[in-house]
Antibody, heavy 124, light 107 residues
Framework: QVELVQSGAEVKRPGASVTVSCKSS????????VHWLRQAPGQGLQWMGR????????HYAQEFQGRLNLTRDLSTTTVYMELTGLTSDDTAVYFC?????????????????WGQGTRVTVSA | IVLTQSPGTLSVSPGETATLSCRAS???????LAWYQQKPGQAPKLLIY???RRATGVPDRFSGTGSGTDFTLSISTLEPEDSAIYFC?????????FGQGTRLDIK
């Protein structure tokens, strides 16, 4: 079955960086986009960016331009999310999710499978 | 695009029907709207995509309707395990945005 398994919780100081991994299995890794989203305490979901598993560059939400870096490792079917310059506002649960494109020829996607989430706490 | 969900909290008895609303600040011309269920400490689960298409394995008690700016998720014959927060998500226009959620309590 489709699975996305994320790395464990992290506690970071302000100004530090964090890297969260998302290992995929149960589907053809190269056929899908992987997206990253986050959910701050008591808040809704926020889309951060996406990466193509089969080539091409990542795409980031404007808010995260310059401090978000998404990479992939085809040999291990793993996607990595690095966020730099952490502040307390980055305290959240981070999710990876598999994107299903709405129609051929578009990149607009809904999210049909999710990782379990990784809690990142930023505190001095 | 801002998605506004209402009500914020809904309390309904088992066996009844819950109706959740999601209103978009701009028209979703392709009706690319999804609904997710999230239980405490869990990842969201896809229920509905393209406004009305049920995801694989989702019971037919869950149904999505609407178009343009007004969308509805209906859950019939409510069961205790339906207690959760329900989010709508528009993927019609970049960037993707989500509603703030409706908390559904089955009392």
């Amino acid at each position: 079955q489709v699975e996305l398994v994320q790395s464990g919780a992290e506690v970071k100081r302000p100004g530090a960086s964090v890297t969260v991994s998302c290992k995929s299995s149960g589907f053809t890794f190269t056929a899908y986009y992987v997206h990253w989203l986050r959910q701050a305490p008591g808040q809704g979901l926020q889309w951060m960016g996406r990466i193509q598993s089969y080539g091409g560059g990542p795409h980031y939400a404007q808010e995260f331009q310059g401090r978000l870096n998404l990479t992939r490792d085809l040999s291990t079917t793993t996607v990595y999310m690095e966020l730099t310059g952490l502040t307390s506002d980055d305290t959240a649960v981070y999710f990876c999710a598999r994107g299903r494109v709405a129609a051929a020829g578009t990149i607009r996607s809904y999210f049909d499978n999710w990782g379990q989430g990784t809690r990142v706490t930023v505190s001095a | 695009i801002v998605l506004t969900q209402s009500p914020g909290t809904l309390s309904v008895s088992p066996g009844e029907t819950a109706t959740l609303s999601c209103r978009a600040s701009q028209r979703l011309n392709l009706n690319y709207l999804a609904w997710y269920q999230q239980k405490p400490g869990q990842a969201p689960k896809l229920l509905i995509y393209s406004a009305s298409r049920r995801a694989t394995g989702v019971p037919d008690r869950f149904s999505g309707t609407g178009s343009g700016t007004d969308f509805t998720l209906s859950i019939s014959t409510l069961e205790p395990e339906d207690s959760a927060i329900y989010f709508c998500h528009q993927y019609n226009d970049a960037p993707d945005t989500f509603g703030q959620g409706t908390r559904l309590d089955i009392k």
